[in-house]
């Protein structure tokens, strides 16, 4: 008759579900990545929440809505122990060409929160998007580069007039026109109330949800410069005998020939036609 020996075993831990892990997981990530502070830049046109979405993240009215914006103008608040800026810019026009002072207030945005911005908010108002908007977009959006659209997060206000409507189904529901943008921003968009005043609950997810853009694309937006031939390889032509000529006359202060070609001039703001 065998006599069965059993070795006790020591009592289980109360080990954290793979859910919970993640969870911890994930928080531990959020604190190694903190970035010390915050910039960020409005986009938008004129009446689609933009100064409101800033008034939300600052968590009070420093941003007037009362008027328009005709200038640039940088804020500063304090979220979760950290600094944040946030730049409002000049609402372009939705059916009228936008003023040329206006286009250049927007390019001056980006250089109010040295060294760049983190991020551009892009917003949006819920409801018909058109092939218009869509282009319009695209046009002031463009001003700033085609750099721009990796630091684009579309922010999506008025979004209590869906009510049992998911933004998912509608952004589905409105076609190419939004998708087709959001694309162009590799579909990074967040939902904000601006109905809410005070300690804002979204204002996490939202700062979350902009560092996670910067360690997605290596860092800041930083303007494009413009570089010279050299720069980009290419070596500069020898002047002709009559080139030198002119050239010699432009720097003596002469007039030129009347037959002469004209000289094009590219600047950095265009002005834009007349209605």
Known sequence: MSVETRTKQPPKANLPDAEEQLKVAAAAARVANRLPELRL???????????????TILGREDFHLERAAEFS??????VDGRQVTVVDTPGWFSS??????YR????RGPAMCPPGPHAFLLVIPVGMFTDGDRARVE???GLLGERVWHHILVVFTWAEVLRTISVERWIRREGHALQGLLQRCRNRYFVIDNCVFGQHPQLGRLMERVERLVAEEGGCYCPEEKKEPEERGEARRPLDK???QAQEARELGARPKQNSAPRLSMSLEVEPAGN
């Open 139 to 141: 046009e002031h959006v």
């Open 242 to 244: 009559n080139q030198n």
């Open 73 to 78: 103008v940088k804020r500063q608040t304090e």
């Open 104 to 107: 250049q207030e927007m390019l």
């Open 41 to 55: 830049v409005l986009l938008g046109w004129r009446w689609p929440g933009k100064s409101l979405t800033g008034n």
């Open 96 to 101: 009228q060409t936008t003023p040329a002072s």
